[in-house]
C-alpha cells in the first residue's frame, strides 16, 4: 500500500487529579501497600477509552487512594499491550482479540507472545466503522482511493489492513489521531475514514455532522474472512447512532477489555476492579457506549487469564464467565 506523509499525532496525556506525564514510561517496580502513582492507557483523544480511563483514574484517586497520583494516557489497542507487557503502564484499554492474540502469540505477536497480560473486566462492544465520501457503495470502491485508518500503534490501522488484504486493494494510507479525521476528510485529503472503537466515536460523529458522508456495510464474504482468520464478531450499527443514518450496517468488531499484567499486586487490581464496577455510571457519563457494561458483558470475550484481584472480585459479587 502507498502512504502519503503526514504528521502523525504524538501521544497527549490526559491529567486526572493533576499530575503529569511519567518521563521516559520507565519500567516500574511493584511493591506492597497502596500505590504512589497509577499509570492507565486509554485510546485516541476524546474517544470511549480515553475518557474511560480518565474517569477510573478519578474514581481510584477520589474513592480508594486519595494520596495516589493518577496519569491517562491516550494509547492504542497494540501500544497498549506492549506497554503493559513491558510494565510500563499499570492498566490499559484494548480489543478482546488484541489481548488475545498477544497472549498467545498469534498474527502481529507471533514473534513475542506476551503471557504476563491479564484481564480484569470487558466494558462495551467495539464496532468497525468506515464512513466514506457519497457514491461510494463498498469496500472495493475504495481502491485507489486515500483512507485514514489512524495512526500508528491503533487496532483500527491494523484492522483496516486486514481488510484490504483480504480484498486484494491498493489503498493510499493517510495516518492521523482522530481530531483530525474530520478536517482530512471534509477538505477532501482522504475519501474515507475508517475506526474501531465504540459508539458512537468521535471521529465518526464529527464527520456525519459536518459533512456528508455514509457508513460502508461488511457483507458476509469479508465479514467471515475476517472472523475466521482475525477473531473478530458480527456487529450491526444500530440506525440513528449517527446523523444521516436511518437504516441498520451490517459490521464486524470486538469487545473492548481493561487489561493490566501479572505483576501488578493483587490487591491494587481488586481495589481498581471494584471500584469501577460499583461506580459504573460515572463511566457512562463520560461516554454513553458504557451503559453496555453490565453483568453480561464484564467477562464477555475474556479469553487470556483474569488476574487474581479480578478475579477475587467477580467471585464475591457472584459473576462467573
Known amino acids: 500500500m502507498n502512504k502519503l506523509h503526514r504528521r502523525d499525532v504524538i501521544r497527549i496525556g490526559l491529567m486526572a487529579g493533576g499530575t503529569a506525564l511519567l518521563p521516559g514510561l520507565a519500567t516500574r517496580a511493584y511493591a506492597a501497600g497502596a500505590p504512589e502513582f497509577l499509570t492507565i492507557n486509554g485510546g485516541g483523544q476524546g474517544g470511549a477509552w480515553y475518557l474511560g480511563a480518565a474517569a477510573i483514574g478519578e474514581l481510584c484517586k477520589k474513592d480508594v487512594w486519595p494520596g495516589v497520583s493518577t496519569t491517562v494516557q491516550a494509547g492504542g489497542g497494540k501500544i497498549n499491550a506492549r506497554q503493559l507487557h513491558q510494565k510500563k503502564i499499570d492498566f490499559g484499554f484494548m480489543f478482546a482479540l488484541d489481548a488475545t492474540h498477544a497472549y498467545k502469540g498469534k498474527l502481529d505477536y507471533k514473534d513475542n507472545p506476551m503471557t504476563n497480560l491479564r484481564a480484569v473486566m470487558s466494558t462495551n462492544i467495539a464496532y468497525v466503522e468506515t464512513v466514506v465520501k457519497p457514491g461510494i457503495k463498498s469496500y472495493a470502491e475504495l481502491a485507489g482511493k486515500a483512507v485514514d485508518p489512524g495512526r500508528a500503534g491503533m487496532t483500527g490501522l491494523v484492522t483496516f489492513k486486514y481488510i484490504v488484504d483480504a480484498l486484494g486493494l491498493k489503498v493510499k494510507l493517510v495516518n492521523s489521531g482522530y481530531p483530525e479525521m474530520a478536517s482530512l476528510f471534509k477538505d477532501g485529503v482522504v475519501q474515507g475514514v475508517s475506526v474501531i472503537g465504540s459508539n458512537p466515536h468521535t471521529a465518526v460523529s464529527e464527520i456525519m455532522s459536518t459533512s456528508k458522508g455514509a457508513l460502508l456495510p461488511v457483507d458476509d464474504k469479508l465479514a467471515k474472512i475476517m472472523m475466521d482468520k482475525y477473531d473478530y464478531e458480527l456487529v450491526t450499527i444500530p440506525a440513528n447512532t449517527y446523523p444521516g443514518q436511518t437504516k441498520d450496517v451490517p459490521s464486524i468488531g470486538s469487545v473492548t477489555q481493561i487489561v493490566t499484567h ?15 464496577w460499583e461506580h459504573r455510571q460515572r463511566l457512562v457519563q463520560a461516554h454513553k457506549a458504557y451503559k453496555e457494561l453490565d453483568k453480561k458483558m464484564v467477562l464477555r470475550g475474556v479469553r487470556i487469564p483474569l488476574h487474581p484481584g479480578a478475579e477475587r472480585y467477580w467471585k464475591e459479587v457472584g459473576i462467573k464467565s
Open 262 to 276: 501479572a505483576e501488578v499486586p493483587e490487591e491494587w487490581v481488586y481495589k481498581v476492579t471494584k471500584v469501577t
